[in-house]
C-alpha cells in the first residue's frame, strides 16, 4: 500500500487495526487499518462490493468483526453492541435508506433521540413530568434538525412521500438527532440530482463546522468526495490500497486502475 498519511496520534477519535470481517469464504473487509482524526472529513471509495459499507457495519456493530480491533477515543469498541455505539456518539446513515415510511418526518427525527432518553419507559408510558419534559425537549430538537435540512414546511407528512434526495436528508437529521460526535454518510448523494449533489458538499461542510463533527463519508460520486474530504481511503476488494490526501490518491496509479479508471 501507498500514499499513507497517517493521522496525528493525539487527534485521532476512530481507528481500525488489522479489521477484518469474513463471510464464508470472502473476506469483505481484509486486515485493514487507518486513523481517523477529530473534526477530519474522511472519504471511503472503492468499487461495488469492495466492502465500504460492511466497514460502516463493523464501525456500528451491526456485525461482529471476525478479527481485528476498532478503537474509538482509545478504547477498544469492537465487541460492544450496537445501542452502546450509538451511545457513545457514532451514528450513521444507510445506503439503502431506512426510514420509518409510514411515521411523519417529525417522527422518525424523534425516534432518532431515543438514547437520549433517561426518563424510564414506566415514567413514559404513565406520562409522568420527566418523560413529557423530555418528550418536549426531543421535539424542540427534532424540529431545530429538520430546519436545517430545509423540510420544516413539511414535518407532518409521512417520509414514504418523501423524494430520495429528502429522504436523504431526514436521515442524516435523524442521525444528527442522537447528538453524536462522528457521523458515518454511506452514499448520501445516491439518488440526488446533480444541483442536490452540488448543494450537499457544502452543506456537509457546514454539518461539521456546526456540530463539530467527525465525519466519514462513503460516496461514489468523485468531483463531491475529491474536493470534500480532508483525506481519502480507497478500498478495494476488501483491502485498503491507498490512503492520504484527494491530490495524492487520485493519482495513485493503483487506485486509478481499481477505480478511477473508468472515471
Ligand atoms: N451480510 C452479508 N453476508 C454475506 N456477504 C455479504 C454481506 N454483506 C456484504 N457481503 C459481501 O461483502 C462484499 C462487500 O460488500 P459491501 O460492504 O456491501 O460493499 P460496498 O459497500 O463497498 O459496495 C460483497 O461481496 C458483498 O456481497
Ligand atoms: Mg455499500
Known amino acids: 500500500m501507498s500514499d499513507i498519511n497517517p493521522a496525528s496520534n ?77 451511545e457513545l456518539g457514532i451514528a450513521r446513515t444507510f445506503q439503502n435508506i431506512r426510514l420509518f415510511g409510514e411515521l411523519s418526518a417529525l417522527e422518525n427525527v424523534i425516534i432518532g433521540r431515543h438514547l437520549h432518553n433517561k426518563s424510564s419507559i414506566i415514567t413514559g408510558v404513565l406520562g409522568l413530568p420527566p418523560a413529557l419534559k423530555e418528550e418536549y425537549k426531543n421535539r424542540r430538537k427534532a424540529l431545530e434538525l429538520l430546519d436545517l435540512m430545509g423540510l420544516r414546511e413539511r414535518i407532518e407528512e409521512k417520509a414514504k412521500n418523501f423524494s430520495y434526495g429528502d429522504q436523504r436528508r431526514l436521515e442524516i437529521a435523524r442521525a444528527l438527532a442522537l447528538e453524536p460526535q462522528i457521523l458515518l454518510l454511506d452514499e448520501p448523494a445516491a439518488g440526488m440530482n446533480p444541483n442536490e449533489k452540488q448543494q450537499l458538499s457544502t452543506f456537509i461542510r457546514n454539518l461539521r463546522d456546526r456540530f463539530n463533527l467527525t465525519i466519514i463519508l462513503i460516496e461514489h460520486h468523485v468531483p463531491l468526495v475529491m474536493g470534500l474530504c480532508d483525506r481519502i481511503a480507497v478500498l478495494d476488494f476488501g483491502q485498503l490500497i491507498a490512503l492520504g490526501k484527494p491530490a495524492i490518491v487520485r493519482n495513485n496509479p493503483a487506485v486509478i486502475d481499481a477505480y478511477l479508471g473508468n472515471e
Open 10 to 86: 493525539n487527534n485521532i477519535l476512530l481507528e481500525a487495526k488489522s479489521l477484518t470481517r469474513r463471510f464464508g469464504g470472502l473476506v469483505a473487509v481484509n486486515n485493514v487499518s487507518f486513523a481517523v482524526n477529530k473534526h477530519e472529513i474522511f472519504g471511503l471509495i472503492g468499487p461495488n462490493g469492495a466492502g465500504k459499507t460492511t466497514l460502516f457495519n463493523l464501525i456500528t456493530a451491526l456485525i461482529p468483526p471476525s478479527s481485528g480491533e476498532l478503537r474509538y477515543q482509545g478504547a477498544e469498541i469492537s465487541r460492544l453492541r450496537a445501542h452502546r455505539i450509538a
